[in-house]
């Protein structure tokens, strides 16, 4: 009896250890191939691991658990634990099979399984094959939903790209970085450009190094996510590699017919090197992952000559006085003893003149082509730089985990750090101008624009169980702060005492957030239900620190600081008035600067049960209370019926908001804007609680409110490697921010008048909510995987966007700007535009990669919808046709370390269409392709070559 007792106890025993045990096992591919960096997650859990170098894994779980297996380009595979030995074989698959978290807080959805679309790019993939190298231009080129592009001559935007999901705002779209809120730049977008009046995130401080994957939501998720995800959200997952260092070094330039200001050439030359190494943390699958790059872009112009006038007489008399040695400030005086001297000495007919006045209509006469040839020069000598800045950059990103026990609880960080420095110009300040002092800059002055970017953040958080349920703990800091140095400039009111290098301030925002999330799934409810929720605490702060005092203000002949109305500024021989503050750039005064705050506190539901294999519902709601404008409470309702194994019908319906940023509420300066003809205007930007915005009956700012719809299908075609996905969506946007027009005083000593003369500013913009929008659309992406052979297979996918933004409805216009007769400077036609014709409302892009053992073959071909000049002369509006740009590279591997890659953007040397002289819009040859409106830059062929190492 005791042999017996005795064996039964080990057999228990025994069962129970069975049940317990540490389960190990291999991934490997159909091939046999170990898989390195596969997820194994326990299904309904958070307790997860990832596959070693040889595809090994270890995972605490019991007999009869369910792991889900996945890894980027395979079908994730759903197995049964039934051995504490397991060996698992993943076949080859489309990414969007992958599983995501964006979109869904069920931690088993895939991407064809869900209720909204989601796109999942593999950045590490592109970054070895695509030419693009910074994250934005990446995202331009592989999502068609997604826009983006380099621009020019729109001071601080030229240095930080604005980019939009779906067409809508760059304010419109939310970022995440391994699901947590990334903070946006702190620079507000008011020049010429897509996305006027928004403020964007600034995607080119991540490396691309530092990133796995990119899932991009294609739907509005306000109600799970909180403010500015109307149009969707972009969620970037960080690279967790461990034990393997990857090192890609990449060089390329312009090799273009219309590079160096349409002489062609080479131009434009780009050096990235990127690399990251993982540190194992701990024995349950911890790590630390460090990711960094750093690169050097130089400027390109694709400006050919300047057209229209740079010398009149009076130069002439200059050119003959800096001769003898003459001091030529003394030519500004009212005696004009010394003018005549030079004058006839240069044969000019005075006409009998003996007075400043009687000579100012002589000679203000044009001499340009004389003089041209007096002084050597060509009309070359005097172009802008309209193409690129010059960048130079570096970027760092840590990526952490560490597990403290079997049971799943894990202590996370990632943090980053980036800096760069850029270098764009402005319009050429011609001699014949009053804005350039000719003693100082006899021949005029290209004013430069130094930027100095900086950008921190860090989240800390620790999730685990409590009981049953997922508990996750956070905070995420992030600041952005842009700095500007004007150079190569003057104040020309301070005449010879003007510096040429002027501080002139700058803006910083940061943003701190607490999350509290939490989350459970019941595989026993239905067929699973996932219940979450959570609560959100944010904190905002935005500042404007003002430059140096010569950077802003406007001074007297005696040199003092024009205060008074009385004060009159410096003025040129033909007494126009000398312009304050340094020139294309006027620094923050003391009256701009501020610091800013405000907080937000929200509480989340989200709930999504699977009623039946065939049938997925899904409800959020979000309440949000700002500290600043009140509350808002948003929901969102979706649901997917899968209508056999391989047909998905989705929807979602949702409403939305967006508050107005700190920006948007307290941005004030005065910049340098050129109208349709190219002449400078001086415009102030003003608060909404301003005394100018009282006089003209501009209201303060309120949130923006969205309403939308969607409605989809997702299809697989196993046999033939095949998925679609085809998803519309309609989108209403109430209250709408823009930046309006440019409104002037009467010039009659009235209060808007002495407004406007107080901040050096000839005109006021606002931001305002202007307008109501609406927006549809639809997107299709197809997928396909052949295996063509033993050795050879063909990655294959076809994307496309199809959407148009519209103005609906009046202009939310107050009686006051009614009965003034200024509707249309409230809203005016560019931007009009913008908002509709600016960017390429049709994107499509058809991308094949053919891989073997030896070879990667990248070939893509994007199509570029059509584009209209944004313009207030709307018989100026031309449209720029449609294109398409074609990317090539073939990639060797040399050994299993080693791969080289060279290629191609845009290889055929694609341009946009010309602006056609017969609209008026080149801006006397400034510009022969828009600066406005944007399909994909003016860069030409782009060669590179790229090295790429990995070291195990």
Known sequence: M?????????????????????????????????????????????????????????????????????????????????????????????????????????????????????????????????????????????????????????????????????????????????????????????????????????????????????????????????????????????????????????????????????????????????????????????????????????????????????????NTVERFAQADGADLSLLLDDDVTDVLQYANAAGIDTQGATTKAELQPILSADNTTAELAARGLERSDFNMRVGQSALRGGRFFANFSLPLDDNGTEVYSFAGLSSRTGNSAGFYRLPNQSRTYTPAYFNGFLPEINSNIKDQSISVGIKGMIGDWNVDLSNTYGKNSFLYVIGNTYNASLQNASPTTFDAGGFSFSQNTANLDVSKFYDDVFSGLNVAFGSEYRLENYTIVPGEEASYAQYTANGEVIKLASQQPAVDFFDNSRPGGSQVFPGFSPNNALERQRSSVAGYLDLEADFSESFLASFATRYENYSDFGSTMNFKLATRIKASDNLNIRGAVNSGFRAPSLHQLNFNSTSTIFDNLGNPQEVGTFSNDSKAASLLGIPELKQEISKSISLGLTSKIPSANLTVTVDGYFVKIDDRVVYTGQFSGPGTGTELDLLLRQANATAASFFANAIDTESKGLDIVIT????????????????????????????????????????????????????????????????????????????????????????????????????????????????????LTVGANNILDVYPDRADPAFGNRSGGRFDWSRRSQQFGIAGRFLFARLSLSLK
């Not at 990414?95 to 991407?111: D, F, K």
Request: one cysteine or more; charged letters at 20%; aromatic letters at 6%.
């Open 2 to 314: 005791k042999k017996h007792l005795l064996l039964l106890a080990c057999l228990f025993l025994g069962s129970v250890t069975l049940l317990h045990s540490q389960i190990t096992g291999t991934v490997k591919d159909e091939d046999g191939t170990p898989l390195p960096g596969a997820s194994v997650v326990k299904k309904g859990t958070q307790v997860g691991t990832t596959t070693d170098f040889d595809g090994n894994f270890s995972i605490e779980a019991i007999i009869g658990d369910r792991l889900i297996v996945s890894y980027i380009g395979f079908e994730p595979k759903e197995v049964q634990v039934n051995s504490t030995i397991m060996a698992i074989t993943l076949v080859s698959g489309v990414q969007l099979a992958e599983v995501v978290i964006t979109g869904s807080r069920n931690p088993n959805r895939t991407a064809t399984e869900s209720t909204v679309p989601i796109d999942v790019i593999d950045v590490k993939e592109l970054a070895t094959a695509a030419p693009q190298v910074n994250l934005n231009q990446i995202l331009n080129y592989v999502a068609p939903s997604f826009t983006s592009n380099t621009q020019t001559i729109s001071d601080g935007t030229d240095h930080i790209d604005p980019a939009s999901l779906r067409g809508l705002g760059p304010d419109q779209v939310l970022v995440l970085i391994n699901g947590k809120r990334r903070h946006t730049s702190s620079l507000i977008n008011v020049n010429g450009t897509f996305g006027r009046g928004s403020v964007g995130t600034d995607l080119n401080a991540i490396p691309t190094a530092a990133i796995q994957r990119i899932e991009v939501l294609r739907d509005g998720a306000a109600a799970q996510y909180g403010s500015d995800a109307i149009a969707g959200v972009i969620n970037i997952i960080l690279n967790k590699t461990v034990d393997e260092l990857l090192i890609n070094v990449t060089t390329g330039a312009n090799f273009s017919e219309n590079a160096n200001d349409q002489t062609g050439g080479v131009d434009g030359a780009t050096t990235n090197i990127a690399g990251s190494y993982g540190i194992p943390m701990g024995d349950n699958g911890g790590y630390l992952t460090l990711s960094g790059d750093f690169d050097v872009r130089q400027e390109y112009s694709r400006m050919k000559e300047w057209e229209g006038d740079v010398f009149n007489l009076y």
């Open 784 to 899: 396909h995987d052949a295996i063509l052979s033993d050795t050879w297979r063909l990655k294959s996918d076809l994307a496309g966007t199809f959407s148009k933004t519209k103005k609906v409805g009046d202009i939310n216009a107050s009686q006051v700007l009614r009965d003034a007769g200024l509707v249309d400077t409230y809203f005016p036609e560019d931007s009009r535009v913008y908002l509709e014709q600016a960017v390429p409302r049709t994107k499509v892009n058809l991308t094949n990669s053919l891989l073997s053992d030896k070879w990667v073959i990248f070939l893509r071909n994007v199509f570029f919808g059509e584009v209209t000049e944004a313009t207030t002369t709307v018989a100026n509006q031309q449209d720029f046709g449609t294109k398409i740009v074609t990317d090539l590279s073939v990639g060797f591997k040399a050994s299993n370390e080693l791969t």
